[in-house]
């Protein structure tokens, strides 16, 4: 919310929408965001409605029906950029599109899912990139996105995120959720 003010907000696998809702509460001048799911991009479009935006969907706050890599191998292709993306994909997932399943896996995934980010990532942009896989370490999680710059040919600086209140840590475990901002150096 406080890095959305003024900032053109990409959210993918957006689900309910929390992220873009956060962003519109921050003064986000746009937002667009990615599900593969009709009921997923429903819900969004009502939190969107619950917290004032009545047009959603609209120019100013787009709700796509995509997987989040092909919508940013498009946006790529045609010149669009973003201020701010969100990548929170899930561990695992099957998707049905006209006829082909695809699978997303993201120890396998991640890297190529930044790299598309980060070829639409605006100068001055930041991502925020958060995964809960837990059999990653956070160091590991690392790696997948500084293995996404180095695709995307991309200098980044990371900056690594405690866990938010509502993602509490046993004592003695490691973190499962793990996030980071993620700025483009050049």
């Not at 992220?19 to 519109?24: G, L, M």
Request: net charge positive; glycine share 6%.
């Amino acid at each position: 919310r406080s890095r959305a003010a003024g900032a053109r907000v990409l959210n993918t696998f957006c689900y309910h929408g929390a992220f873009t809702v956060a962003a519109v509460a921050g003064g986000a001048v746009a937002t667009t965001s990615v599900d593969t799911a009709r009921p997923a991009l429903a819900r969004a479009a009502e939190a969107l409605r619950l917290v004032g935006v009545d047009d959603a969907p609209s120019a100013a706050h787009a709700l796509v029906r995509d997987e989040a890599r092909h919508f940013l191998a498009r946006a790529a292709a045609r010149g669009r950029t973003f201020d701010l993306i969100v990548l929170d994909p899930p561990s695992f997932a099957t998707h049905r599109q006209k006829r082909k399943r695809t699978t997303w896996r993201v120890a396998r995934d991640m890297p190529e899912l930044v790299a598309h980010a980060l070829r639409v990532l605006a100068p001055g942009g930041t991502i925020l990139a958060c995964t809960n896989h837990r059999q990653s370490a956070a160091s590991t999680v690392r790696g997948w996105l500084l293995e996404g710059a180095a695709r995307a040919d991309v200098a980044v600086a990371l900056e690594p995120l405690p866990p938010p209140p509502d993602f509490p840590v046993a004592p003695g475990a490691p973190p499962h959720l793990k996030r980071f901002f993620i700025s483009r150096q050049r």
